[in-house]
């Protein structure tokens, strides 16, 4: 994508913001003490949980929904979307699953590496846009970093690392002044989710594995005011709401096993993007990779149709929680300048209408008028909070430090999910979910988090993990590719012959005129159907190979159908 030139305050804002994050925003009175320690004494309590406020809104879940497996013909939108996504590619998936994720193609108008582009798109093409919990996660730590832009590093002297009085916190273990991450899954295992752990038990024991089995007693031991004694903390609180089991009346697909591996792997690219400590410095040593292949940046005429929430109003309860309590805590260290403040509250505003509406879906109630209003208007909201983001900033690389191991966040992949409408109608909405790498590379040859970028789009790219490539269809290899036309005017509408052998196609003869062609697979025995000076376009065969039905358009650009046999002879309007 041709992207915009970002801020160059947000580095220092980054660097800020990975700093309070990874040093877990631990203020002086709440410094050295961890949830549970070998002493047994219980924790002071923590400064920075009392600017923690639960809005735990009451939802009767009655979710419109529709059973799987799902029915292609009952879905109103199937064909629209079609028109630009390859939906019929992933029908057994939906069927299936209740949602198939696609790799967008490298030529894509759909962004691989910006949410507020990707919604623009969604909604240029007037697409029910599908609100995903990645969004919001993505949200909050980018509008966090902008609020702590510019901000001095001097300002967290009086911060420390948390640690706990045993230096062994669940998610983290290591001696002071050096600190090791478990892997992912196994954290993601601490924090409830089951599809972790049944991914952790088909990969065999590891050392790894048997750590996290003496943590999950201390995992089980935070509650209450613990979650929330630091902003890291109460990050894996709100990621702690998507691994947990949904009751009846929330809809159908979110009770399958596909849709718990989904939400695992939403908070599998949070928990990278919030570990990595440092951005990774240039290795000239490094080998290189071709730069991505930029896409077209739309600017959106249009206004969004409709918008379909991701249904987790506790995960949205608690970011909008997390994120009211961040701005209060900052602003009483007087951490926050007035464009921080404000950036902020705009996130809160935001969430609060996000949790709104996602809680009024899964209840079953309709939408009313301010929720229209507020639709009409996200494109624009979101490109606000998220302006003067780090360029390319979805890609980054997290090193495990034992292993040979590295966690790493790609591109954007899109989710297609059914959704029923209060009215009863079922459609396709469109979404950006991040996607996750688990690989194994070299210990002393790292990537960095440019080389991992420039990585994503060739042939070196890992695969996903196995647990994950069954509900999503990956990006076509368009390796091994023939070029068969070589005009300045691009050619089209290619079709192949029912036995194969030859391709029928509109080409250019000059400005504004084209004729019908037909070529071999291999590029030889290019010969003109047509020959006259008009425009031809969308040749297609008929099934016994005999004739070949195209559009012809007059002067007026009225377009008629004709039919000709195969090699050009005996056209007829029809």
């Not at 420390?160 to 998610?171: K, R």
């Not at 040593?285 to 896409?295: A, L, Q, R, Y």
Request: proline share 6%.
């Amino acid at each position: 994508m041709n992207h915009q030139k970002r801020g160059g305050a947000m580095k220092a804002g980054e660097a800020v913001f990975r700093l309070i994050l990874i040093a877990l925003v631990c203020t002086v009175s709440c410094k050295g003490h961890g949830p549970d320690d070998n002493s047994g004494q219980q924790m002071k309590e923590p400064t920075l949980a009392k600017h923690y406020e639960s809005y735990q809104t009451e939802i009767m879940p009655n979710a419109p929904g529709y059973t799987l497996p799902s029915d292609m013909g009952d879905i109103v939108n199937f064909h629209e979307i079609g028109r630009i996504i390859d939906v019929n590619s992933v029908v057994d998936l939906i069927r299936e699953n209740g949602f198939a994720i696609l790799e967008p193609e490298l030529y894509s108008e759909l962004s691989r590496h910006d949410f507020d582009s990707f919604y623009a798109t969604l909604e240029h093409f007037k697409f029910p846009a599908f609100f995903t919990v990645d969004t919001g996660l993505y949200l909050y730590r980018t509008v966090l970093s902008k609020a702590l832009a510019g901000l001095d590093k001097a300002v967290l002297s009086d911060t420390g690392i948390h640690l706990g009085e045993s230096n062994t916190p669940p998610f983290a273990v290591g001696k002071e002044g050096s600190r090791s991450y478990l892997p992912a899954l196994q954290s993601m295992s601490l924090l409830g989710s089951s599809e972790a752990v049944k991914i952790l038990a088909s990969q065999g024991g590891t050392g790894h594995q048997q750590r996290a089995e003496g943590l999950k007693e201390k995992a089980n031991a935070v509650n209450g005011a613990n979650w929330h004694e630091n902003l890291y903390w109460s990050w894996l609180y709100s990621l702690r709401a998507l691994m947990q089991e949904f009751p009846d009346g929330y809809p159908e697909v979110m009770h399958t096993q596909a849709w718990r591996r989904r939400r695992l792997c939403a908070g599998l690219t949070s928990w990278v993007r919030f570990s990595c400590s440092k951005a990774r410095l240039h290795d000239p040593t490094e080998p290189t990779f071709p730069m991505p292949i930029p896409v077209k940046n739309l600017i959106p005429p249009h206004r969004l149709s409709l918008v379909y929430v991701e249904p987790v109003p506790i995960f949205w309860e608690r970011l909008l929680s997390l994120t009211r309590m961040t701005s209060k805590k900052l602003d009483s260290l007087g951490m926050l300048t007035p464009e921080g403040r404000d950036q902020l509250s705009l996130l809160e505003e935001f969430l609060q209408r996000i949790l709104d509406i996602a809680g009024k879906q899964v209840a079953g109630e309709r939408l009313l008028p301010e929720d229209t209003e507020f639709f009409k208007k996200l494109t624009s909201t979101l490109r606000e909070m998220l302006s003067g983001a780090e360029e390319n900033g979805l890609a980054t690389i997290l090193a495990s430090e034992e292993k040979d191991v590295e966690q790493a966040v790609g591109d954007i992949d899109l989710i297609i999910v059914p959704y029923s409408t209060h009215n009863g109608k079922i459609c396709l909405a469109v979404g950006p979910v991040l996607s996750y790498y688990e690989f194994r590379h070299l210990k002393d040859r790292r990537l960095t988090d440019e080389t991992w970028r420039l990585m994503l789009d060739s042939p070196a790219r890992p695969s996903r993990p196995g647990w994950y490539v069954p509900l999503m269809r990956l990006r076509k290899d368009f390796s091994g590719l023939t070029r068969l036309t070589h005009n300045l005017i691009p050619d089209g509408s290619p079709c192949w012959s029912p036995d194969g052998k030859r391709i029928v196609f509109s080409g250019p003869v000059e400005e504004w005129t084209s004729d019908i062609y037909v070529i071999n697979p291999d590029g030889t025995g290019k010969k003109n159907l047509t020959n006259r000076p008009d425009l031809y376009d969308s040749p297609c065969w008929s099934a016994d190979g005999k004739k070949i039905a195209f559009v012809l358009y007059d002067v007026r650009s009225r377009g008629e159908i004709y039919v000709m046999d195969a090699d050009g002879t005996h056209r007829k309007r029809l």
